[in-house]
């Protein structure tokens, strides 16, 4: 940042209404007097701060508690205005869109799902998108002009512009200009990211991993992905393809994912989930066609996971995604990453399941909203400038 100096006046004043507005969002209803204490400033400083911000709307004078009020005139209260604006996370899956809303401060109003085709154009597909959005603010008698800011998860290589490099799992998603288009739509900005990624970020915001700043979240499946966090940050690699280890089968030419749980010979469409748990289903039953595929399949995923283990010798694995719900996929990880890592790391299932990837997605749309109202620090989902 430099050294401040007399000829920084607006760089002050914004640091110093950060620092404010920081304590008030964590601190509940303080006085003058807290947030002088909390922030280091000078009372007057702080005076001055939090009436520019009862201003913008940020920051309101709380009500006085009732038994003060009966003591005599209480000291004035305030507090951060949460509800100034809304942030919406939203996952973009193969068979269904999942969105969810929350004030300033993240906490969830509201949800909503819709259904889709898996084999849904990227118009049609974007079209659900609005809708469940549309929905959703409906019933949370939420203006649409009040979003700040928009955070999606989406399957595919996502560039820092929110375009899909490459995106196999969906049609016609190589090469859309997602953050565009949907920045026409919502009119604020928009945040895309894969959505690995964006689980990651949601297991180390409120899942598995509140306590661990190096980790990996893998996306279960028949073609799995994986992110990561380092140092509390999250790696997305130079062109947005850290943690494609679905593509790891490619070095051995080994069987395809599509074929790893036949037990007919005909490849499995690796978004055919019903097919894929009927195939676990009757390995429980104790079908030999079916235990053998379940191996091969638990087999080519500890593979995968041990390759980014060794690489990036995480504290912790969060399994998530649909495998992560199928009996017999953490114990047979743990134990194999036991055999071929040289620390193994710890191994624990997703605790937000199927909301992993919009609760990521929603943390993406609280971070660019934190770093304009704060701008101190880089928050963990921040892109390189």
Not at 186 to 202: L, W
Not at 270 to 275: C, I, N, V
Request: glycine share 12%; charged share 25%; hydrophobic share 45%.
């Amino acid at each position: 940042m430099g050294q401040l100096t007399g000829g920084d006046p607006s760089l002050l004043r914004r640091i110093n209404s950060a620092v404010v507005l920081r304590a008030l969002r964590t601190a509940g209803s303080p006085t003058l007097t807290d947030l002088t204490r909390l922030t280091g400033l000078s009372r007057p400083t702080v005076e001055g701060v939090v009436e520019g911000l009862i201003g913008t709307g940020l920051v309101v004078e709380a009500d006085a508690e009732e038994g003060a009020r009966r003591q005599g005139r209480p000291a004035r209260r305030f507090r951060f205005r949460a509800e100034a604006g809304h942030l919406l996370g939203i996952e973009i899956g193969s068979h269904r869109v999942a969105v969810l809303l929350s004030g300033l401060d993240g906490r969830i109003i509201g949800a909503g799902t819709k259904e889709v085709a898996e084999t849904a154009s990227a118009d049609e597909r974007l079209e659900r998108v609005r809708a469940a959005v549309a929905d959703l603010l409906r019933r949370a008698g939420v203006p649409r002009d009040s979003l700040r800011a928009v955070g999606v998860g989406s399957p595919g290589i996502v560039e820092a512009d929110g375009t899909v490099r490459l995106g196999t799992a969906l049609p016609g998603w190589t090469g859309l200009p997602l953050g565009d288009r949907l920045r026409r739509s919502f009119r604020c900005p928009v945040q895309v990211e894969n959505d690995a990624n964006a689980a990651a970020v949601a297991e180390h915001w409120k899942g598995a991993a509140r306590d661990t700043g190096d980790m990996v979240f893998v996306m279960a499946g028949l073609s799995p992905g994986a992110g990561s966090l380092i140092g509390g940050r999250l790696h997305r690699g130079f062109g947005g393809a850290a943690g494609e280890i679905g593509a790891l089968h490619l070095l051995g030419r080994e069987a395809t994912p599509e074929r790893l749980l036949s037990t007919t010979g005909e490849p499995l469409h690796p978004l055919d989930e019903p097919a894929v748990a009927e195939v676990f289903a009757k390995a429980k039953r104790g079908d030999e066609r079916a235990v053998a595929a379940v191996e091969r399949f638990l087999q080519r995923l500890v593979h995968d996971v041990a390759a980014l283990v060794l690489a990036m010798d995480p504290e912790l694995v969060v399994v998530g995604g649909w495998a992560a719900g199928l009996d017999g996929v953490l114990e047979p990880l743990r134990r194999e990453l036991e055999r071929y890592c040289l620390r193994p790391p710890r191994v624990a299932l997703s605790l937000l399941g199927e909301a992993a990837v919009a609760t990521g997605a929603l943390r993406l749309a609280l971070d660019h909203v934190e770093e304009e109202l704060f701008a101190v620090e880089k928050t963990v989902t921040a892109r390189g400038r």
